[in-house]
């Protein structure tokens, strides 16, 4: 079986509880085609860059797949007939990251940002 990343982005006007439900829904859908979900993360409410389908945010939530091409071909013809489904997109990988996404890690450099501009000339 072949290893994918996929993300997805559901409108903003659904709850949480439904991108849950959504997301339920379609590792059943994996699971049931002889694959499986090693990882699920939700990563939020975020702002689009530009409008899709009159919507300014979208709900992210990513998933590390290990399930044969058939599995990922019917989940993606089931997200393109769900309205709530803005957009999705699977990659190939060699294989999956270990640990939190870079979505999900902290971001904390930039309480250095003195060090890396040089003094202060007055």
């Known amino acids: 079986m072949a290893l994918y990343e996929h993300i997805y982005m559901a409108r903003q006007d659904v709850s949480t509880g439904q991108v849950e439900e959504l997301t339920k829904t379609l590792t ?4 049931s085609n002889g694959g499986t979900i090693a990882k699920t993360e939700y ?4 702002s689009l860059t530009y409008r899709i389908r009159k919507n300014r945010k979208a709900h992210y939530t990513l998933f590390n797949i290990d399930a044969p091409a058939a599995a990922v071909a019917e989940m993606e013809r089931q997200m393109r007939i769900n309205e709530d489904i803005l957009r999705f997109m699977t990659v190939r990988v060699e294989e999956h990251e270990e640990g939190p996404s870079a979505m ?3 971001r904390d450099d930039r309480g250095d940002r003195g060090d890396r501009r040089g003094p202060r000339r007055f």
């Open 43 to 46: 990563w939020g409410l975020k």
């Open 104 to 106: 999900m890690q902290k």
């Open 28 to 31: 059943e859908i994996i699971t």
